[in-house]
């Protein structure tokens, strides 16, 4: 079973550039989330989708958007990136929000 | 919105040892609170979930416990072994059951 997958795994922008970070699940749940994790400060809730069509905003949403056009994808798009947004991202689905969260290994984010 | 405090600092302990580590929240007492593990450039890997109703759940050598009293979770490695270092985080619901607050987490290391 291939769970959460994320790609890329590593990336690197420029100050300005745009990018869209994927994120799949194989195991037909229908809530999905982006955390973002920066030292000391522990996962940040930035999106979360409790089904295909319904997104919603998490404790740190500026600066990015999200869709969920269907239950597998939940991808997560930077605007118009800045040096702030430098982190690790992961993402995490499951069957409902009050249930345990699978996640996938991440995507490391450098803007320069 | 949830304040969630874990051990600040990092824990280093002789195997065989038992790891306690806490989790304080403030504000409301939510229904539910997980405990993940995250190992370096991993995703966080779920490994209990304890609702508002139970004193305490055990799973394998682990054993978490949940005061609403105190507004406090006690996370016990026991018989610890080199292969539980790790970072461990522990998680809540916000205001709202659909967002999921995490802790900073708490890194344990197991001496041989």
């Known amino acids: 079973n291939a769970g959460v997958t994320q790609t890329p795994k590593f990336q690197v922008l420029k100050t300005g550039q745009s990018m869209t970070l994927q994120c799949a699940q194989d195991m037909n749940h229908e809530y999905m989330s982006w955390y973002r994790q920066d030292p000391g400060m522990g996962l940040r809730l930035i999106h979360y989708s409790v089904g295909a069509g319904i997104t919603d905003q998490g404790e740190v949403p500026n600066g990015y958007n999200v869709s969920r056009s269907t239950t597998e994808d939940f991808p997560l798009r930077l605007l118009s990136a800045a040096p702030s947004q430098t982190s690790v991202y992961f993402c995490?689905?499951?069957?409902?929000?009050?249930?345990?969260?699978?996640f996938g290994d991440g995507t490391r984010l450098s803007i320069l | 919105s949830q304040k969630i405090e874990q051990n600040s600092e990092a824990l280093n302990i002789q195997e065989g040892k038992t790891a306690t580590l806490t989790c304080n929240y403030t504000?409301?007492?939510?229904?539910?609170l997980q405990w993940y593990r995250q190992d370096p450039g991993r995703g966080p890997v779920f490994l209990l979930l304890i609702r508002e109703n139970e004193k305490e759940k055990r799973k394998e050598r682990l054993k978490v416990t949940f005061d609403t009293t105190l507004k406090q979770s006690l996370f016990h490695i026991t018989a610890s072994q080199p292969a539980d270092s790790a970072t461990y985080l522990c998680a809540l619901p916000a205001s709202n059951d659909y967002k999921l607050s995490f802790g900073a987490g708490t890194t344990v290391t197991v001496r041989a």
């Open positions: 504000n409301y007492s939510p229904a539910y």
């Open positions: 995490a689905s499951s069957f409902k929000s009050n249930q345990p969260q699978h």
